[in-house]
């Protein structure tokens, strides 16, 4: 329902903050599949207070169209999210920065 209304209201990209891996659970993660294809940038990262959301490992990144958040937490995520989102909407070069910086 939540990531719904953040695409009715017209959210560029969204943070999630998962468990673990930034893992979802599996309805989330059926609707972050459908809302990536409609251009909708879309990064896991975890609240679990430190540790990395590594890329393809528990979840398929590349299917899903999701960007891992390394090791940034979900407030950081969501800061460099939207400066990417100044800069371009590509998943890959936003995945790059997300590994850079």
Same mark, same amino acid.
Do not use: C
């Given at each position: 329902?939540? *990531?719904?209304?953040?695409?009715k209201d /017209? ?7 998962g468990? !673990?891996? =930034?893992?979802?659970?599996?309805t989330?993660?059926?609707? *972050? ?5 409609? /251009?909708?940038v879309v990064?896991r990262?975890?609240?679990? !207070?430190? =540790? ?8 398929d ?15 950081k995520a ?8 100044l800069?371009?909407?590509d998943?890959?070069?936003i995945?790059?920065m997300?590994f850079?910086?």
């Open positions: 329902m939540l *990531v719904d209304a953040l695409v /017209g959210a560029q990209g969204i943070v999630i903050a468990v !673990g891996n =930034g893992n979802l659970y599996p989330v993660e059926e609707r *972050v599949k459908q809302i990536t294809r409609q /251009g909708i990064v990262s975890n609240r679990t !207070g430190s =540790g990395r959301v590594l890329l393809n490992a528990e979840t990144d590349a299917a899903l169209g999701t960007i891992a958040a390394d090791d940034l937490n979900p407030q969501r800061i460099l999210l939207q400066l990417a989102l800069k371009t909407k998943t890959k070069k995945q790059e997300f850079e910086y």
